[in-house]
C-alpha cells in the first residue's frame, strides 16, 4: 500500500513536470499558453480531488472494518 502512494506521487509529479515543460516550450502566445497552464491545473485539481475522495471512502471502510472486528469478541461473549 506504501509503494502505491509512492508510485501516485511521482506519476503525478512527472506529469505536472511534462505538462508545465511542454507549455512553457511551446511557440505559442503567452495569453494561450496561460490559458493552457489554468487548464492543465484545473484538471489536476479535479483528479486531486477524485483520488482524495476514494482515498477518504477506502479509509472509512477500513476503519468500519477494524470496528467490526473489534466488536465481534464483545458481542460473542453476550452470548
Do not use: C, F, H, Y
Amino acid at each position: 500500500m506504501e509503494n502505491n502512494g509512492k508510485v501516485l506521487t511521482a506519476l503525478l509529479l512527472g506529469a505536472i513536470g511534462g505538462a508545465v515543460a511542454g507549455l512553457l516550450l511551446a511557440p505559442e502566445s503567452g495569453t494561450k499558453t496561460r490559458s493552457k497552464l489554468g487548464k492543465t491545473a484545473e484538471d489536476l485539481i479535479n483528479d486531486l480531488e477524485e483520488i482524495w475522495e476514494e482515498g477518504s471512502e477506502k479509509i472509512k471502510e477500513m476503519a468500519d472494518e477494524v470496528v467490526n472486528e473489534v466488536e465481534k469478541p464483545s458481542q460473542q461473549e453476550k452470548e
